[in-house]
């Protein structure tokens, strides 16, 4: 089996990593904070101590990381991933970055005689927990077939897209879709209260037609019960929907939609939101409306 290295165990890495471990893959770990690192240690994986010494040890690395700056510093910076991987060895970003940076990857490991994908995921942490996560890939097909049985590990929904930077780009299109259509049940729901109407039962009413969709009956409820914990934050769908705006304005292209979603986030994000999960954009929408909204009684 391929040595892997897993660098990120943050709130999707870690399960996505101990999926791999309890496969029997070889996994050596690294995280910026101690904790998740020595968990992994505990279950059987080997510690890292830098991008470079994970991947002197790994056929695969692996990153799961918060954004385009950290990825580039991790694989392409001193002491990165590039630097320690052997000529043959493949570098998987799961990471949601700019696809731009996708592809200099992909370049960067051409000139090292390796290879790279990119395959971020949607599902959120339950689906990382579950190992049915969607994994969107980038890059070349024979990298993609050789990383297959990786992935298994850790997704159901496994999607060869094209070239590099083409699962970022699938990335880019799933958060328009889960970020518009968040503001849409949001607005649905404070309509209904505006109107005196039980919003409950108009999220019951739309669930059974045309309407009806995972956003409406998880997020739509989470509104209702006013459970705000994160299964996914405000502050990282910002981010990417700044990844969207970002490769939009490169290809000269206008999403009005994502912007105005976007502009409510950032208030969400302003008001000291930005760790709440991203279903807490109704409240900025209740705000704008004056609607006041108050969780069930028990």
Do not use: W
């Amino acid at each position: 089996m391929d040595r892997i290295g897993f660098i990120g165990l943050g709130i999707m890495g870690k399960p996505m990593a101990l999926h791999l471990l309890r496969a029997g893959y070889p996994l050596v770990v690294l995280n910026r904070s101690p904790g998740p690192q020595i968990e992994l240690v505990s279950a059987g994986a080997t510690a890292g101590a830098s991008p470079k010494h994970v991947a002197k040890q790994s056929d695969v690395v692996i990153t799961m990381l918060p954004d385009s700056p950290d990825v580039e510093q991790v694989i392409l910076g001193k002491e990165g991933v590039l630097e320690g991987l052997v000529p043959g060895g493949l570098v998987i970003d799961m990471s949601t970055v700019l696809p731009s940076l996708a592809r200099r990857i992909a370049d960067a490991a051409r000139q090292k005689e390796c290879t790279a994908l990119d395959a971020p995921v949607s599902g959120g942490q339950v689906g990382a927990e579950n190992a049915t996560l969607s994994i969107m890939v980038g890059g070349t097909a024979a990298a993609f077939e050789r990383a297959k049985p990786i992935f298994q590990c850790m997704g159901k929904n496994i999607v060869y897209i094209g070239e590099s930077g083409a699962g970022q780009v699938a990335k880019a299109a799933n958060q328009i879709v889960v970020g518009v259509t968040i503001a849409a049940v949001s607005e649905a729901l404070v309509l209904a209260a505006k109107a005196g109407v039980d919003p409950a039962r108009v999220r019951e009413a739309l669930l059974g037609g045309f309407a009806q969709s995972r956003i409406l009956d998880l997020h739509g409820n989470r509104m209702l019960q006013r459970n705000f914990q994160p299964g996914f934050k405000t502050k990282l769908h910002r981010k990417d929907m700044g990844i969207v705006l970002n490769t939009a304005r490169e290809l000269g292209l206008a999403l009005p939609v994502s912007e105005a979603v976007t502009e409510l986030m950032n208030d969400l994000t302003a008001s000291g939101g930005g760790d709440l999960d991203h279903s807490a954009l109704v409240t900025v929408l209740e705000k704008l409306g004056n609607v006041e909204t108050k969780a069930p009684s028990a």
